[in-house]
């Protein structure tokens, strides 16, 4: 894309580019200007600084210089015959050759004071303002005595004539006029006042300009001069050099601290930005710097700061109006183009737009046709000859009343369009769906002046309209109403039993023993029998009458606008259900074979909208499962007693998938014993201990959770605890030979990994599989008997014991039972209840246990609570027993205190019976 291009594109983008661009050089070309000035600014004042420095020091230098000269001359004066006398006799007075040099100097050169000292640092003489010697004092005597030297003191604070005074002491010593041993000490005292009048002083005019003298002191800088802006400080103002490492830095820590000297911007003592210069005063341990505020040095710089600015804002001002002014300008010629560009395209879109797959047609406002497009031909059948010139109500397929065109064309002159379904004819005369789209065109001043129509054959859509509208109210299978257009049916039914006051019936039929069918045979036969009792149904009500499938084996009947009392109402629809049953007790002929099969139904009837349509659903499947309670192939009306049943039922399912998670179950253990009264194991029993209800029926629970599944997570559980018990006995000597009992729904065993779920359980616990055993009842072995064979087969080669549960009430066939790898039959406590005094029973028990000797299987009897019962099975050959003679189902404690009996007697059984 070239440049020109770019810029009649986007002229934004480039008004905006460009005028950034210009801020960004104006702003920087600014900033660097000022960042010049205050460069110069800053190195003009450093020059000064340095300069005053100088000058500073050189002062102090010459000054120090001076006061020692003082001194020397003095003890030149002193170093007499008198004088060594005098300092050798302390009694005497002092001699006027002396004395009077030393006044005569403190008055010349204004000291504070002068003393004499002895060689011993005493003070023999002491004239001025300042006249104490302290201990500090009186050893830098004694050092200038010993090393023969003149001394000069730091400034110090403790003079004891003066202790809030600083002061500065010059030791020099005394020689002997014939020898040059030391006879003693003169000390003159500086009280300072031109030293700091000489610091005060600035060469220059300056509102912040300062002179700084420090000395070091330990880790400190101490300030030995008062400050400009500051009272008070000579020797008592102090800066450590620890500071916070983000600290600024400050011109007197730099210089003592690091040894730093030379310019420097930094902060000063009252942590304002100062710039100042560092210099090391000769002659002294002293340190001085001389410094100004940056604000004062930089005064000029801001002023022209602003004044930059200013005129950089203007020039960006100006840029801006400029490249507004030009970027409107683009605006507009672009706005125009692309104006231009989209009525050539508008063009261009209508002449495409003309020849669309929907045909349009083009008429004047009397209406006769003007033009037709290739699509208007191609459906209608007609050329653009045979229609242009007529009127386009000549395409017309059916008559519509005249006040459905009055209101077409109302919305039109009203609206300026319409759309609508319309029937159209073809050509040759076939009428077809056609959507229409009338609009009214007009010229600029607002007057009529064209119609266009134009419209498309709708019937594949309306086809398909018609397939989603059976799809979503039809079953699929039988064509019969589903759910949803059953429930809503159902509602128009109560609004108009409402208002004529007559009873309509519900009928929940569900298909006895069709799973049977369905699965042995497959579920294309399944799907042909449901389809004929659709139509048996439909055969048996009336043609008003609704017949729905809710889905697998379930339809609903519902009748409506039932005459009579309530009592006609339960005969006439007692009456349809009788007739029901007959027509679906006749057999089924399906590829040739004969089935059969029944039905149960519940029924419900209302007479207004008291119920809503679900509840009447509910009620009618109650009374279902009541029918089939009753037998099946029966009709129950509805009984408001099983609603409590029911809900009851839904509460204990619900409660049911919280108990495993809330560790609401329990395992308790009765106790097996032999022919010895020897306890040899147990049957796990699982009980639930419900937080609120206390301890629920497995009766009230098992069949819930068999019916939902969670019989599967809980024989699961029963299987893990079990055997986490047997490793804990297996460590134990007393128990590590028991045998635990588990029983095993025919969900559980039906499970494609049932073998190796125990196999892992097994392994996992590291326990002998000898140790446990698996109770299964009849109806597990009555589907699919290779499966289960080869899955009992795994099992008892893993180690496995196999026990056949409650034999002898269900299918127990010889033919299925020898093929069952068993090791244990039980005999079903309804056999033992009656065996002293039922024959049959007896006889029954009998035939069993020799069955199971015949089949070389081991024999437990359960539910033995009498003496009578356990005398007649040892008598017959029965050696293991289960019951509450020995001990009810009892928790884990229980049952291990009950293993501290070796045997059982006969006193042992009656007095654990309860």
């Keep these: 894309m070239n440049i020109n291009n770019m810029v009649n594109r986007h002229p934004t983008l480039v008004a905006v580019t460009l005028f950034l661009n210009f801020v960004i050089l104006i702003s920087a070309a600014s900033y660097a200007l000022i960042d010049n000035f205050k460069h110069i600014e800053k190195t003009r004042a450093f020059e000064n600084l340095h300069g005053i420095g100088k000058l500073k020091a050189g002062q102090i230098q010459k000054y120090l210089q001076e006061r020692k000269g003082d001194a ?19 009694a005497d007075e002092i001699p006027p050759v002396a004395r009077q040099p030393l006044e005569a100097a403190i008055k010349a050169y204004q000291y504070g004071g002068a003393l004499l000292l002895d060689d011993k640092a005493n003070i023999r003489f002491a004239s001025g303002q300042y006249t104490g010697l302290s201990k500090t004092a009186k050893s830098l005597a004694l050092r200038a005595i010993n090393e023969n030297s003149l001394h000069v003191s730091p400034i110090y604070f403790g003079d004891p004539s003066a202790p809030d005074k600083p002061l500065l002491d010059i030791f020099v010593p005394l020689l002997k006029p014939d020898t040059p041993a030391v006879m003693g000490v003169l000390v003159l005292r500086d009280d300072l006042r031109f030293l700091y009048a000489l610091l005060q002083t600035w060469p220059v005019e300056s509102v912040s300009g300062e002179t700084l003298l420090v000395t070091r ?5 101490l300030f030995l001069n008062e400050l400009r802006f500051k009272k008070d400080t000579a020797l008592k103002l102090r800066l450590p050099f620890r500071r916070s490492a983000d600290a600024l830095p400050i011109p007197t820590i730099e210089m003592l601290k690091h040894g730093y000297y030379g310019p420097i911007e930094a902060v000063d003592y009252r942590e304002k930005p100062t710039l100042g210069f560092n210099i090391a005063v000769p002659d002294s341990p002293w340190g001085m710097t001389v410094k100004m505020d940056k604000d004062e040095v930089l005064e000029h710089v801001y002023r022209l700061q602003v004044i930059v600015w200013i005129v950089a804002a203007l020039f960006i001002l100006g840029a801006g109006i400029i490249l507004w002014t030009w970027w409107n300008k683009q605006r507009i010629e672009y706005l125009a183009k692309a104006e231009l560009d989209k009525a050539a395209a508008d063009l261009r879109i209508s002449a495409i737009a003309f020849e669309t797959h929907e045909a349009i047609i083009i008429t004047d406002c009397h209406p006769k046709i003007l033009r037709v497009n290739k699509a208007f031909c191609d459906i209608t059948g007609y050329t653009a000859e045979e229609v242009i010139g007529r009127n386009p109500n000549m395409l017309r397929g059916d008559k519509r009343p005249k006040a459905f065109y009055d209101e077409m064309w109302a919305a039109i002159f009203r609206d300026g369009t319409w759309s609508g379904e319309m029937a159209d004819k073809r050509k040759s005369g076939e009428v077809f769906p056609a959507w229409l789209t009338i609009t009214a065109v007009t010229s600029t001043e607002g007057v009529l002046t064209h119609y266009v129509g134009s419209f498309f054959d709708i019937t594949e859509r309306k086809k398909s309209d018609d397939e989603i509208h059976r799809l979503a109210f039809y079953d699929s299978l039988t064509d019969l109403p589903n759910r949803r257009l059953l429930i809503d049916r159902l509602q128009h039914a109560l609004t108009t039993s409402e208002r004529s006051g007559r009873h309509g019936a519900i009928m929940f039929i569900d298909l006895d023993n069709f799973k049977v069918i369905n699965d042995t045979k497959g579920h294309d036969c399944g799907d042909v029998l449901l389809v004929e009792v659709a139509r048996r149904l439909q055969s048996c009500v009336r043609e008003g009458d609704t017949v729905a499938r809710l889905g697998g084996d379930e339809f609903v009947v519902m009748l409506e606008d039932i005459k009579g009392d ?27 074979n004969e089935y059969h099969s029944t039905a149960s139904i519940g029924v419900n009837l209302f007479i207004n909208r008291e119920i809503s349509a679900d509840t009447l659903l509910k009620y009618a499947d109650i009374a279902m499962y009541q029918a089939k309670g009753a037998g099946r192939n029966t009709l129950r009306f509805f009984d408001p007693k099983m609603q409590s049943v029911l809900e009851a039922r839904i509460a204990i399912e619900s409660d049911l998938h919280r108990a495993l998670a809330e560790l609401q179950f329990r395992l308790y253990y009765q106790a097996q014993v032999d022919d010895t009264g020897c306890i040899t194991g147990a049957e796990a029993l699982v009980r639930w201990i419900h937080p609120q209800r206390g301890m629920i029926s497995p009766a009230q629970f098992i069949p819930i959770a068999e019916e939902s599944q969670l019989i599967l997570d809980i024989g699961l559980w029963v299987l893990e605890t079990a055997c986490r018990q047997l490793a804990l006995w297996s460590n134990d000597e007393q128990k590590c030979g028991l045998v635990l009992a588990v029983n095993v729904s025919a969900q559980q065993f039906k499970l494609k990994d049932f073998v190796g779920r125990i196999t892992s359980i097994i392994n996992e616990h590291g326990i002998d599989p000898a140790h446990l055993k698996l109770e299964l009842t009849e109806s597990v072995v009555l589907d699919d008997m290779a499966d289960i064979v080869a899955k009992m087969h795994a099992l008892k080669t893993l180690g496995v014991g196999l026990s056949l549960d409650d034999f002898g009430t269900g299918y127990s066939s010889l033919s299925y039972l020898k093929q069952l790898p068993l090791n244990q039959l039980k005999i079903d406590r309804s056999f033992v209840n009656d065996i002293a005094t039922d024959p049959s029973d007896a006889i029954m028990v009998q035939t069993i246990i020799d069955m199971a000797h015949n089949f070389r299987f081991n024999v437990i009897a359960e539910g033995v609570e009498t003496e009578a019962q356990l005398a007649f099975l040892k008598l017959h050959g029965c050696k293991a027993y289960q019951g509450y003679l020995f001990s009810k189902p009892v928790p884990i404690k229980e049952f291990e205190a009950l293993l501290g009996k070796s045997c059982w007697s006969k006193s042992d059984f009656i007095g654990d019976r309860l």
């Excluded at 002191?217 to 800088?221: H, N, P, Q």
């Design 72 to 90: 020397i001359v003095g003890s030149k004066f002193l170093g007499n015959l008198p004088t060594q006398h005098w300092l050798n006799n302390p």
């Design 217 to 221: 002191d330990g880790d400190d800088v």
């Design 566 to 592: 309530m009592e006609q109402a339960v005969t006439l629809t007692d009456e349809v259900g009788e007739k029901i049953l007959a027509s679906l007790n006749q057999s089924y002929v399906i590829d040739g």
